[in-house]
């Protein structure tokens, strides 16, 4: 399981996630940010995002999506 921000520095987080998905497809990849509306939906489904969530997020949101991953 990789859970990365989207505002990092060098590369953002969709960046990274399109490495991990091609060096290691079976992790589940999840994606935080401040700015949901910016990304998207088409290459969240790309790379195989399980779940968006936003800042700040809901702990009970976060808990779920990760549970889901199982």
Not at 16 to 32: G, K, M, S
Not at 38 to 54: D, F, T, V
């Amino acid at each position: 399981m990789v859970i990365t921000d989207q505002k990092m520095p060098g590369m953002s987080g969709l960046e990274f996630l399109e490495q991990v998905a091609a060096r290691h497809p079976e992790v589940a990849r999840f994606l935080i940010t401040g700015w949901p509306e910016e990304i998207p939906p088409q290459r969240i489904q790309l790379l195989g995002i399980r779940a968006l969530i936003p800042k700040p997020w809901d702990d009970h949101q976060l808990r779920s999506a990760l549970r889901e991953t199982r």
